[in-house]
């Protein structure tokens, strides 16, 4: 009885020191899991972006035209640019959130292979570029060459035909000449018009500098007649003053003789 009831408790302790262990093992098990469930998520979608590129750049290498068609085409190749550049940047950025190096060295490893193949795909991109729109110029030439074909005319240059041709342009000539001789007196007649106008101003500006003359010499006029004017009130009033001190003088001799 003593035995049985000294090992239990040593179990009851094992068991505790187990399950504590055994939790944070656990715990980083399953932040390891989750972790590789994005990594793996986010490279299924950088290849699937990859894989649409790569279609997209096919297209542009099998359009034939027009250059509508392949300005949509390389809008959407830049859209799959971005988007493919985000995702390695996520990549890389769940790289750093590994606690193993090693984890961490094979992702950054895995996001730089991408890296490389977007500039391979650039590579491919600017090539299929190229090569549409020598294709799209070269059917543009061509369309132009048969429509032009297509619209000439054969012509036979016989003799009634080339008098017809040179009585057209003497006539289209001698249209010119009447058009130009009537541009040149009508010009002729606009430069009479400006000489007539230049004398009015000059005149005018005579009349104006004369006035002007006339309105600085009344100006003056006006303050000299306001300075006399101030003087004359100036001696009225001394005079005036004078006056009403002769009066009482006078009346005080008079009234007050002995003061």
Not at 38 to 46: A, F, K, L, N, P
Not at 114 to 138: E, F, G, P, V
Request: hydrophobic share 40%.
């Amino acid at each position: 009885m003593s035995l049985t009831g000294l090992s239990q408790p040593p179990q009851k302790s094992t068991q505790r020191s187990l399950a504590n262990h055994r939790a944070p093992f656990s715990k980083t098990k399953k932040m390891a899991v989750l972790s590789d469930f994005r990594v793996r998520i986010c490279s299924q979608e950088i290849i699937k972006h990859d894989l649409q590129l790569k279609a997209l750049i096919q297209d542009i290498n099998d359009c034939l035209g027009p250059q509508h068609v392949l300005d949509e085409l390389n809008f959407q190749v830049k859209v799959k640019f971005r988007q493919l550049r985000r995702r390695i940047q996520g990549l890389e950025q769940l790289a750093k959130e590994q606690d193993s190096e090693k984890d961490k060295n094979i992702i950054l490893c895995e996001a730089d292979g991408h890296r490389k193949q977007i500039l391979s795909n650039q590579a491919a991109w600017r090539k299929a570029n190229l090569t549409c729109k020598l294709l799209i110029d070269s059917m543009e030439k061509d369309e132009l060459l048969n429509r032009g074909i297509g619209t000439v005319r054969p012509r036979k240059t016989t003799k009634e035909s080339l008098a017809e041709m040179s009585s057209d342009i003497t006539e289209s000539l001698m249209i010119i000449n009447r058009l130009m001789s009537e541009q040149v007196k009508q010009s002729e007649g606009t430069v009479s018009h400006l000489v007539i106008s230049s004398r009015t101003v000059l005149e005018t500006n005579e009349e104006f500098r004369a006035l002007n003359g006339a309105i600085h010499l009344g100006r003056k006029l006006i303050l000299k007649y306001n300075r006399r004017e101030v003087t004359d009130k100036l001696l009225i009033f001394l005079a005036l003053a004078l006056f009403l001190a002769t009066v009482v003088y006078i009346v005080k001799k008079r009234l007050f003789p002995f003061l």
